[in-house]
């Protein structure tokens, strides 16, 4: 009997088959509307746990253009 690995997408909360070639685990489903958001999550949580860090790349990013001038 095959064991059909079913998870269900934190996203969309439907149940899911997750591709086994992804060695990181994998919580959305295919679906590109679910990855985005995902993204969209994950890129606000590392914000969170890193405060300040977008701001001082910002800043580096400002220095950089001004100094080319
Ligand atoms: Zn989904």
Redesign the pocket.
Known sequence: MKSTLTKI??????P?HPVRRTKQRQT????V??RLQRKKNTQQQWCQNNPGYSKGRYHELKSRIQARR
């Open positions: 997408c934190v996203i969309c909360q439907q899911f959305v489903c295919e679906q509307a679910c």
